[in-house]
């Protein structure tokens, strides 16, 4: 085959959603941690679905505007960390062959190496042992099999065996996976989906027996069952590694500094590059005439300085991050939940919406109390689409938002929200419900977004927050012996206790948090969890440590209890 054509694409991307689609569970099942974390597989195979689905629906024959169909509908329908990475290595690609009616060897070299670069240009620190490296070693030996004279067939076979063998790797790369003895899933699940495409082109197997094949593994090829077994995978540490342990109050870099910057051709990569070592929390984002920079720095005026060379700079705002530490006042969440879900009225127009993500009854009662404009259902193994948090956007009406992903794994998907909107969004940076609560707490209608901003990220560092679940295999984690039923206690991405006894391991998780400081322990109890066993909780923690214990039923699936000590 000389050529790759319109309907070939169709075939291969036909194909590979429906492989991924029954492999998902494997997938998942390729958790580092024991725990429902996240859904890697399932999280794929929606967003490559959403790609296929614009690509079936279009009418034309050229590979440049399919593949650019496949990159808009997987942009939307994004899910997670690991589809936000899948949506990027589409974007590269069809930015690769745009204006092509069809592809030879060396042009579908070329766009596999595009596709390789936009993933890695997604992340702002990129981990190795991931899928990145395996679409980044797959790009390159097709790249080196096309400049030898291949044909298409042989350097796409060529590509998928390297991805193969550099997903068998992967544990070589991250310690994390050489100790959990498994795979990155995120590269699996990349893998799966270049068999399934690799398949239609070399006749090994029709869509359609794919396709029955997928309905004899999952009961029906059109369903797609979110409460799986989750992974939390090194591709989820690729973009938004957790903070670990207990956060120090002294503020490492003082000054929240956000700004715009309008020009022509503004090279966001080369700002990244400027501003990395300056500070933490980097975020650039926009178009080629208008990006959106906001850091946390020691040196603002640096920064202003390095990017004023790259445009004009229009609606700057810096906040002295240490002196809203300082004045800070602890703030009392005296609410009580009802007990039926009332009947919402239409969202009226507001300065700016505030829009979060939470998952249970009481928790998202909560966020609305708390002055959400709306709340996006979804967190841990119902992560939303892209499509979902820009349409809550949209329909808020406000003239700005902030977004609350209040999950690690939401977080990219919030940023790609973002980036579409069509009115200025901030992501704060919330990894938790609680932390999400805690800067919810910050936000003050009257005050601008920037200004809300800097205080409610100020929030997410002066409280510490944990979560208990149930491991759901044997595991060995950081030499941690972890056996399938027992309760985990969890903080900044680590197992810190565990054991058989709910009561023992959130008890014993909080002491983990608690410093001399801290005056006001706060539970969230989950819908496995009754109030009467989160009251008498409630009780011993307050004789045992003379401080405040407030509980609320979130009715949050996946963890028995989120908590936040403060």
Do not use: W
Request: glycine share 8%; charged share 20%.
């Amino acid at each position: 085959m000389d050529k790759l054509t319109g309907s070939v694409f169709r075939n291969m991307a036909k194909s590979a959603a429906i492989r991924l689609e029954a492999e998902k569970a494997r997938v998942n099942a390729l958790n580092v941690f024991p725990v429902p974390d996240g859904d890697t597989g399932t999280n794929m195979s929606l967003t490559l679905s959403s790609a296929v689905e614009a690509v079936l629906a279009s009418n034309s024959n050229s590979i440049g505007e399919l593949a650019e169909s496949a990159a808009q509908g997987a942009l939307m329908g994004a899910r997670g960390n690991s589809g936000v990475i899948l949506s990027q290595f589409l974007r590269g690609f069809a930015d690769g062959v745009k204006g092509l009616e069809e592809a030879d060897s060396v042009e579908l070299a070329q766009a596999l190496v595009k596709a390789a670069e936009a993933a890695y240009g997604a992340v702002i620190k990129p981990v190795e042992g991931t899928v990145l490296t395996v679409g980044k070693e797959a790009a390159a030996e097709a790249m080196r099999l096309a400049k030898r004279g291949g044909d298409l067939l042989a350097v796409l076979e060529g590509a998928l065996l390297a991805a193969i063998d550099t997903l068998a790797h992967t544990p070589d790369l991250l310690a994390a996976l050489r100790e959990a003895g498994v795979v990155d899933a995120g590269g699996e699940g990349l893998v799966v989906a270049a068999k399934g495409a690799f398949s239609a082109l070399n006749g090994e197997a029709s869509p359609e027996e794919l396709e029955l094949a997928s309905m004899q593994a999952s009961g029906t090829a059109a369903q797609s069952t979110i409460n799986s077994v989750e992974e939390h995978s090194a591709s989820t540490s690729v973009s938004d590694s957790p903070k670990t342990g207990i956060q120090e109050t002294e503020v490492v870099y003082r000054y929240c500094t956000e700004f715009i910057v309008k020009g022509v051709n503004i090279d966001q990569a080369g700002i990244k590059r400027d501003l990395e070592d300056l500070g933490d929390s980097l975020l650039v984002v926009g178009q080629p005439n208008m990006v959106k920079v906001h850091v946390h720095t020691n040196h603002p005026g640096t920064v202003l300085e390095l990017c004023g060379v790259r445009g004009d700079l229009f609606n700057i705002h810096i906040n002295n991050m240490e002196e809203q530490n300082r004045e800070a006042a602890k703030h009392e969440h005296d609410m009580t939940l009802p007990d039926e879900k009332p009947v919402q009225p239409a969202p009226q127009p507001v300065s700016t919406a505030v829009i979060a993500v939470a998952n249970g009854v009481g928790c998202i009662e909560l966020m609305k109390s708390l002055g959400c404009t709306a709340v996006v259902e979804g967190g841990q193994t119902l992560n939303p689409s892209t499509e979902e948090i820009l349409a809550a956007i949209r329909e808020s009406g406000a003239r700005k938002a902030l977004v609350l992903p209040n999950n690690k794994n939401v977080l990219m998907t919030a940023r790609q929200a973002a980036h579409l909107s069509p009115i200025p969004v901030i992501v704060i940076p919330t990894k938790s419900f609680c932390q999400g609560v805690a800067a919810l707490l910050r936000f003050t209608p009257e005050e601008s977004a920037e200004e809300n901003a800097g205080r409610m990220e100020a929030a997410i560092d002066e409280i510490a927050c944990g979560e208990v679940t149930v491991a759901v295999r044997d595991a060995v984690i950081e030499s941690r012996v972890i056996k399938e039923g027992e309760y985990l206690g969890i903080s900044g991405g680590k197992i810190l206790t565990t054991g058989t006894s709910i009561n023992d391991v959130t008890m014993d998780l909080i002491a983990e948090l608690m410093t001399e400081n801290s005056s006001l322990i706060t539970l969230y109890y989950g819908e496995s969890v009754t109030a009467e066993t989160a009251e008498t909780l409630q009780a011993v923690l307050a004789e045992r440590y003379a401080v405040d214990v407030e509980i609320y039923p979130g009715g949050q699936p996946v963890y028995d209890y989120l908590l936040s000590v403060e």
